[in-house]
């Protein structure tokens, strides 16, 4: 299994910081990465796909690069709706993983 | 709009048999280009992939290797939903699970409400 491992699990930052988020993969594959924002008692909702492709309707201020074996999610400037826990995701090879996740702070 | 409206008990006993349903509206589980998934997330194991099936002409059904001998996932046309069966349950599968749609390079782009299912005598 492709293992996926996320830095920082915590971050705390102030709305308006530029936040960056690492997801490092235990083997090197090319774009078939995603990205999702979770909040408390709700389903993770699709941000990124193939690495760096902006989902319909998301914000603009996220963004995503990488490829091999590691893939980075930035948030340009923290807005308040954007504190919660962000997970990648690679889907490579089966069985599809996650990463730990990182939960955003109000610093 | 694609929705996905899981349901199935929220309990079940050590032993027994895990079952839920995902009802899906805005696409059809027949679909040549998605895949219906089952996704479960518990504080040990974090978001895991449990497995899918989906329909390219014939139908066809992936499991995860940590589920695979206890693990059925089936299409139900005429209801146009999916369903979920884990059997020998034990405490560690007690988790919240998600049925999810994906299209292959677009990831899993919508996601049912969740369901926390308790393993508990």
């Known amino acids: 299994d492709i293992q996926m491992t996320q830095s920082p699990s915590t971050l705390s930052a102030s709305v308006g910081d530029r936040v960056t988020i690492t997801c490092r993969a235990s083997?090197?594959?090319?774009?078939?990465l995603a990205w999702y924002q979770q909040k408390p008692g709700k389903a993770p909702k699709l941000l990124i796909y193939k690495a760096s492709s902006l989902e319909s309707g998301v914000p603009s201020r996220f963004s995503g690069s990488g490829s091999g074996t590691e893939f980075t999610l930035t948030i340009s400037s923290l807005q308040p709706d954007d504190f919660a826990t962000y997970y990648c995701q690679q889907y490579n090879d089966y069985p599809w993983t996650f990463g730990q996740g990182t939960k955003v702070e109000i610093k | 709009q694609v929705q996905l409206q899981q349901s199935g008990p929220g309990l079940v006993k050590p032993s027994q048999t895990l079952s839920l349903s995902c009802a899906i509206s805005?696409?059809?589980?027949?679909?040549?280009?998605?895949?219906w998934n089952w996704i479960r997330q518990s504080p040990s194991r974090g978001l895991e992939w449990l497995g899918r099936?989906?329909?390219?002409?014939?139908?066809?059904?992936d499991y995860a290797v940590s589920v695979k001998s206890r693990i059925t996932i089936n299409p139900d046309t005429s209801k146009n939903q999916f369903s979920l069966q884990l059997n020998s349950v034990t405490p560690e599968d007690t988790a919240v699970y998600y049925c999810v749609r994906d299209l292959g390079a677009l990831a899993f782009d919508y996601w049912g409400q969740g369901t926390l299912v308790t393993v508990s005598s």
């Open positions: 099936t989906y329909y390219r002409s014939n139908w066809y059904s």
């Open positions: 805005g696409d059809s589980v027949s679909s040549n280009s998605a895949a």
């Open positions: 083997q090197s594959f090319s774009t078939w």
